[in-house]
């Protein structure tokens, strides 16, 4: 019960969502609200003026019949029959009451017959005897009321008063008319808005639904481009997307040469062994110094295999997110000599002068051991990569936002095309000289990941038989990002 009901829910949202819809109810609104608020006005100001007319219509009769019945001296004698027959005639044509008051507030007068003789005390007509001109519209019971005073042609005062009250009903019946009218022709417009903002809707969202379309092509494989030219904004997601599917294939391609690439690097050792074994189980009565021997070889092999996979290991490490980075305050100073004396058995094997230069304290926020790996990996190569009785220079340095290590050699050197290579995984100049000497190609990949980790950065300088220069820049404090 309830899952339908979220179920329902989530439809109505992506309902009232959805671009089209919203077109749709944009559409609807300008079209139709418009038209309405017009009907209402043209009949609202379409009634105010016809009871206005009226009343000026009503008011010039009115005052014509004033003048005659002061004329005729008819507030003396009310059965002059030619101003009966004017005051009947005006209450008919608006469909209305006359009634004529004399100074004694006496109604001599009625064309409905019903006060004739009795007083009337309104305040119209109290006003009116005053020489007042009123004229009032009570549209609630649908009627406009007006006095007009009657005044004496000699002295000017007001001897009487004459009321006329007219209907309304006739206005009101125009004005229903006319709303029944506007209101089917709102309707049969309201029906075409409807057609045309749905068709609207429908046509302008079309293109992102044509996106969407395309994407999934995309997906499938069917195409490789995003093309929707509609309009300049789905021009700039079309842009932006292929930007980004052009950077993922990359991605995969790189991917997918780093698994050819471990494969091939991971099968070597692999293949070493199993010639060795089989040229072993190949022979008859081996003599076990032959033995001893391949059997070291495979040794080695395993070696190999262990070193690969370990470098392995701490790359992928390395490119995972830098939250993996375990910061900490190290002293660089006492890190670098360590370094230095874990490598320099190596160095004295192959008669290498190891020198650590460090030219004040150096404190920073780092991973010890992500940075440890780095630096170890560059001088291991300055010591792998150099001349017999060469030398390894290393120094630290350091200002108010960075420490400098520099890793300088007397070695083979890089040649200037293989510059721009080198950090890539794999890479190797003299890929079997690598090899002998226990190279994996991973080393300078490993140091370079964990120095960018470290929003560091590494350059390095060569000069083929001359020797090589890396240098490190690490800020002191860590920022993460
Ligand atoms: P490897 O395990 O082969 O040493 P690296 O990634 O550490 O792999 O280095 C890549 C290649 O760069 C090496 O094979 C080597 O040819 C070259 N290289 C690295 N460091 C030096 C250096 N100090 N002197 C000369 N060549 C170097």
New binding site residues.
């Given amino acids: 019960m309830r899952k339908g009901a979220d179920m329902s829910k989530k439809k109505f949202r992506e309902f009232v969502k959805s671009f089209r819809i919203r077109l749709f109810l944009l559409f609807l609104a300008v079209g139709i609200l418009p038209t309405a608020a017009l009907r209402a006005g043209m009949l609202q100001s379409y009634k105010k003026k016809a009871v206005s007319n009226r009343g000026v219509d009503v008011l010039g009769q009115a005052k014509v019949l004033s003048n005659q019945i002061i004329l005729n001296n008819y507030l003396k004698d009310p059965s002059i029959e030619t101003i009966n027959s004017q005051i009947g005639q005006l209450s008919n044509i608006y469909d209305g009451r006359v009634m004529v008051i004399d100074d004694n507030f006496q109604i001599i007068k009625d064309t409905y017959g019903l006060d004739t003789s009795k007083t009337i005390v309104s305040e119209e007509v109290m006003r009116s005897f005053r020489g007042e001109e009123i004229s009032k519209y009570d549209s609630e019971n649908g009627y406009i009321e007006m006095t007009v005073p009657l005044a004496d042609l000699e002295s000017k005062e007001t001897i009487g008063v004459l009321l006329v009250s007219v209907s309304t009903d006739s206005i009101v019946l125009n004005q229903v008319y006319l709303e029944n009218s506007a209101r089917i022709i709102e309707i049969a417009s309201a029906m075409i808005v409807i057609l045309i903002a749905a068709f609207l809707a429908r046509r302008l969202a079309k293109p992102f639904r044509k996106m969407a379309g395309e994407i999934f092509e995309i997906q499938s494989g069917y195409k490789t481009q995003l093309d929707i030219h509609d309009y300049t904004e789905t021009e700039a997601v079309c842009v932006q997307f292929n930007q980004l599917f052009a950077r993922m294939k990359v991605i995969d391609e790189s991917r997918e040469e780093f698994v050819s690439n471990v494969s091939h690097e991971l099968k070597t050792p692999l293949t070493s062994m199993k010639v060795l074994a089989d040229s072993l189980n190949g022979q008859e009565d081996v003599p076990v110094e032959l033995y001893r021997e391949f059997m070291s070889d495979i040794g080695n092999e395993i070696d190999r295999e262990t070193k690969i996979i370990n470098?392995l290991l701490s790359l992928v490490k390395m490119d995972r997110s830098a939250a993996d980075l375990n910061i900490s305050s190290v002293n660089i100073n006492e890190l670098m000599e360590l370094i230095l004396k874990r490598l320099r058995p190596i160095a004295n094997r192959q008669h290498i002068e190891l020198v650590l230069e460090s030219f004040r304290p150096v404190s920073a926020e780092v991973d010890e051991v992500k940075l440890t790996l780095a630096i170890t990996?560059?001088v291991?190569?300055?010591i792998?990569?150099?001349k017999p009785d060469g030398w390894v220079h290393v120094s630290l340095n350091a200002d108010h936002q960075y420490f400098y290590i520099k890793?300088e050699?007397s070695?083979?050197?890089?040649p200037e095309d293989?510059l721009e290579h080198?950090?890539?995984?794999?890479?190797?100049?003299?890929?079997s000289?690598?090899?002998e000497?226990?190279?994996?190609?991973?080393?300078?990949?490993?140091?370079r990941n964990s120095i960018l980790m470290h929003r560091g950065a590494v350059k390095?300088f060569?000069t083929e038989g001359e020797?090589?220069i890396?240098n490190v820049r690490i800020p002191l404090i860590y920022i993460a990002s």
């Fill in positions: 470098d990996n560059l291991e190569n300055a792998k990569y150099n890793v050699d070695g083979i050197g890089i293989a080198i950090f890539e995984r794999f890479y190797r100049v003299d890929k000289h690598s090899r000497i226990g190279g994996t190609g991973l080393g300078l990949a490993i140091a390095v060569s020797g090589t890396f």
